[in-house]
């Protein structure tokens, strides 16, 4: 795949490293002449050279050079959110990049990165920190991991807690609405496939795909 | 001294040539393109929430949707209006769209 990384920072040199170590084709796009010369000699993890430009990726002109015209997927990865969103706009109207990524820096703005600013996956790395310590503490309650599509499918786990109305039932006993499912089980440090057969025990960790509006549901049914 | 209207001579109304665009049919994603067609189908929607207004243009060989993000309404985009659409169409799903393209209002 042709990849555009902008965004020359440790997160951007990072993907470059990794994404060019993995075989594709990487260019990496920073205005800053000061990390443009540690950019320069940058090598992926298998020692394949990545393409640097120096320019302001958040101009048509320099995506061009960059090759965004042919690019697969476009990273936005600066340490600005405004940045972030220009070139992702850009990207997806004057390229129609198929996949753009962009990254959340401020968690405030995390709304904005909609496909509305030609964004097709926001990750942001405070929303994550939080998902992980609330996964981390919180045994019985609803943590959402992952939005999909905008916000239209999430993925959320359950640890089922000793109260869950779920425990001892088979997992097509307990009534998921339409537009949930269960996607994996981890019980006792293995990911078990789930069935309809299944039957939940108390500490599992249920892994759920939700759409719509049947959160509430699935809460309701899971965490009681 | 008495000024005098001249009468204007009838300059011969110059005819705008016809633009012309390629064939909506021969539009392939990820090319810049120009189309000229006739709005034939018009949609204000919540995009995630946020207002879009997404539109069908047609011309004799095929439809195309294009898809203007952060306004319900475009003064002058109305059902029958013949448009001017310039831009890099993209791949949504298994049809061609446009995204926030130029655009050019035609005669009606």
């Known amino acids: 795949m042709k990849v555009v990384i902008a965004g020359a920072g440790s997160v951007g040199r990072y993907m470059a490293q990794q994404l060019c170590g993995a075989g594709h084709t990487v260019t990496l796009i920073d205005n800053d002449p000061g990390v443009a010369s540690r950019s320069q000699s940058l090598k992926g993890t298998d020692g394949t050279p990545v393409t640097f430009l120096l320019g302001d990726a958040c101009e048509v002109d320099v995506l061009t050079i960059a090759g965004v015209a042919e690019a697969d997927v476009v990273a936005a990865v600066t340490g600005d959110d405004e940045d972030n969103l220009v070139i992702s706009l850009l990207s997806k109207q004057e390229f129609a990049v198929p996949r753009v990524v962009g990254r959340v820096n401020n968690p405030n703005n995390e709304w904005m990165f909609t496909e509305m600013w030609g964004v097709d996956v926001s990750v942001s790395t405070p929303h994550l920190l939080t998902a992980m310590v609330e996964e981390a503490v919180t045994i019985g309650s609803f943590v959402r991991l992952l939005s999909l599509e905008g916000g239209k499918a999430r993925l959320a786990e359950v640890t089922l807690a000793a109260e869950s109305p779920a425990l001892g039932k088979e997992i097509a006993g307990i009534g998921l609405p339409r537009e949930s499912t269960v996607v994996a089980l981890l019980r006792d440090g293995h990911v078990v496939v789930p069935r309809g057969d299944t039957v939940l025990r108390q500490g599992d960790e249920v892994l759920v795909l939700v759409t719509g509006d049947s959160e509430d549901d699935v809460r309701r049914l899971l965490v009681g | ?108």
């Open chain 2, 1 to 108: 001294m008495a000024l005098r209207f001249r009468r204007q001579e009838t300059v011969p109304e110059i005819e705008a040539p016809e633009p012309s665009g390629t064939p909506i049919a021969a539009v392939r994603p990820r090319e810049q393109v120009t189309v000229v067609g006739k709005v034939t189908r018009m949609r204000a929607k919540p995009s995630s929430g946020l207002p879009a207004l997404s539109i069908t243009i047609t011309d004799a060989s095929g439809t195309v949707n294009v898809v203007w993000t952060g306004r319900r309404s475009i003064g002058g985009i109305a059902l029958g209006r013949k448009v001017v659409i310039s831009g890099v169409p993209r791949l949504n799903g298994d049809r061609v769209e446009f995204l926030n393209p130029v655009y050019t209002l035609l005669e009606a």
